[in-house]
Nanobody, 126 residues
Framework: QVQLAESGGGLVQPGGSLRLSCAAS????????MGWFRQVPGKEREFVAS????????YYPDSVKGRFTISRDNGKNTVYLQMNSLKPEDTAVYFC???????????????????WGQGTQVTVSS
């Protein structure tokens, strides 16, 4: 069982930056592929980023590529999402997710993830 807790959300102006953190419980964090998703009320959850268990592979959709960076610190059981050049359309609740995997891979479908955090609100507005 893995418990995830996001933090770092808030209100930021367009063009600004935020760094989200997701702290995980347990001693096997380094064996989990991690992901970030976001959701706006009334819409489906959207994939934002994924990182392999050793951090060597990352993947982003075109909507955030070049602006968002996912990273992880396995010693601290934490995954991060650095968000730069934020736009109003980035406004959403951001969730981190985890899935045990046997090797180095990324996952982009929400149904592939077994564990989810409660989410943190990010609002981009002037």
């Amino acid at each position: 069982q893995v418990q995830l807790a996001e933090s770092g959300g808030g209100l930021v102006q367009p063009g600004g930056s935020l760094r989200l953190s997701c702290a995980a419980s347990g001693r096997t964090f380094s064996t989990y592929t991690m992901g970030w998703f976001r959701q706006v009320p009334g819409k489906e959850r959207e994939f934002v980023a994924s990182i392999s268990r050793n951090g060597g592979i990352t993947y982003y959709p075109d909507s955030v590529k070049g602006r968002f960076t996912i990273s992880r610190d396995n010693g601290k059981n934490t995954v991060y999402l650095q968000m730069n050049s934020l736009k109003p359309e980035d406004t959403a609740v951001y969730f981190c997710a985890a899935r045990w995997v046997a090797g180095a891979t990324i996952l982009i479908n929400q149904d592939d993830y077994a564990y989810w955090g409660q989410g943190t609100q990010v609002t981009v507005s002037s």
